[in-house]
């Protein structure tokens, strides 16, 4: 019987956002490209903790987790502030670490 491969590390990309409908589709693409030089030695999950915006985040989350799989929105039911959407983002995250990043491309 021959050993299993080693299982793949996941890294958690956890991204708070409130209202960042203007930056979300941008901050996405840039993320994807800095990672893919090590889309063969880790898997990546990208996890949009919303703060309940008032614009059309959800929205742009969703139209990107159509796309790309590895997306995930997390849509708190209020406006818990920042360090408690990182918080949700974190107890909703399945990787072996985790990386914190703001969506605002500044």
Excluded: W
Aim: contains cysteine; hydrophobic residues 40%.
């Amino acid at each position: 019987m021959s050993p299993e491969a080693p299982r793949q590390k996941r890294v958690s990309v956890v991204t708070p956002v409130y209202n960042e409908s203007a930056t979300v589709a941008v901050f996405h693409e840039r993320l994807s490209s800095a990672l893919a030089p090590f889309a063969g030695r880790y898997e990546f999950e990208f996890i949009f903790s919303d703060n309940r915006s008032t614009d059309d985040t959800v929205d742009r989350v969703r139209a990107l987790r159509e796309h790309d799989p590895r997306v995930q929105l997390l849509a708190l039911s209020r406006n818990y502030g920042y360090q408690a959407s990182m918080v949700a983002g974190m107890r909703q995250a399945s990787g072996d670490a985790i990386i914190f990043i703001d969506a605002d491309c500044e």
